[in-house]
């Protein structure tokens, strides 16, 4: 019987790039990492917000994959020797690596309607043939690829698998077509993305429910920072949202875990508007900081219910940014003056902060936070932890029992969503040189500053 997905996303039907299902490196030996649901890591703060069901959830799927499995680990039996070992902890390395094992057949899944498709891969919602689930899967485009099994995949799955956290998407397991040309990412299935969301409500969040979603956004945040990885593609389009008030942190395709120190990495990263001025001005390392300005363009998004930062180009982005926050100085931004691009343009001397007309109505610790996430110094920026601690989230209004969230009609399982104009996030394997960020946009004038020659 030939496979019903043998066909998802038609027009990238040669996903296979010409090879056969012994090609493409790590591809060919049908040996794909799966995580046991039970093996894998759960962020320190995993419990965070676990009282809202989502624990529960994940843990009704264990059995799926742990039965049967000859990675599993065995229970160990009751013995004299265990109950030495019981005297003296035994010390276990933690199960941070997913145990190896083949993947089942997406043919385990009956696809219902494609939801959208982006920059990465396409992604539809299916039916669990065995339990009736309905869960959402994502196909990875791979046909661009010449060098084996795509790095970009690899991150994805590997960050999805090990960042576990009832606000960032679950990831059930991984499978494929009968062929091997088609690599699909299982996950919980969520009715909405905040951006098409927002997009047809009338009216913005209430600020008891901006309250909710942001502490909802900066605990994922945190725990991913706490657990070396960055996100690097935060926006609203990213974050996924069911009918009971729950965001969830989704596409990992440019995430990647760090170390210290930093070597240089690729500065291609973050969608434009929601892309942090280091990067912008051409920084080679950058840390978790990116991600809390990204976090800042969210937050302003979900106050105003529209792009804090929509910029035409990055000449055009880094003018919105000053006109907001006013041109940094090497007082404001120690450091500044030394970034790439710092050099090679010369800035109008906008004055400060524009943030109180751009928020009327957001009240000062409101305010306070929005400045400390939006804050150029990325040293000084404000981490996730410390946001968590804010006392915006204390003060009133108190943020709002994501039970009592009104529910919206979902898109997502009805037609195929329209493809809004957004930027999308630049592809991680282009990796550019320094200084190459103004190429292809010869036109473009930014209000306030031009190019030095
Ligand atoms: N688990 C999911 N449940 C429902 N919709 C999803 C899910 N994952 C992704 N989507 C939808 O698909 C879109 C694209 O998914 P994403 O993982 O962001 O892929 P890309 O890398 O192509 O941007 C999202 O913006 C969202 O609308
Ligand atoms: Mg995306």
Known sequence: MKSRWADAGDSDASDDGGRGPQGGGARGDRAKAQAPRSKRRRGPSADAGASDGTASDQAAHMGDVRDGSPA???????SAATAVAAAQPVQ?????????R???SVDNYEKLNRIEEGSYGIVYRARDRATGEIVALKKLKLQNETNGFPVTTLREIHTLLMAK????VDVREIVVTPSLSGIFIVMEYLDHDLKSLMEDMPSPFLLSEIKTLMHQLLSAVASLHRNWIIHRDLKTSNLLMNNRGRIKVADFGLARRYGSPLGPITQLVVTLWYRAPELLLGATTYTTAIDMWSVGCIFGELVNKEPLLPGRGELDQLSRIFKLLGTPSEATWPGFMDLPLAKTVHFKQLPA???RTTFPYLPEDGLDLMAKLLTYDPQQR???EEALRHPFFTNNPLPKNPDLFPSFPSKAAGERRHKIPVPEAPHAHQDLPAGSLFDNQPAENGAGFRLRV
């Open 72 to 78: 599993g680990t065995p229970e160990p039996a009751a």
């Open 92 to 100: 276990r390395p933690p199960p941070l690596v997913p145990f190896i």
């Open 102 to 104: 083949p993947c089942r």
């Open 165 to 168: 956290h009832p606000h960032i």
């Open 353 to 355: 902060n524009n943030l």
């Open 382 to 384: 404000i981490t996730a």
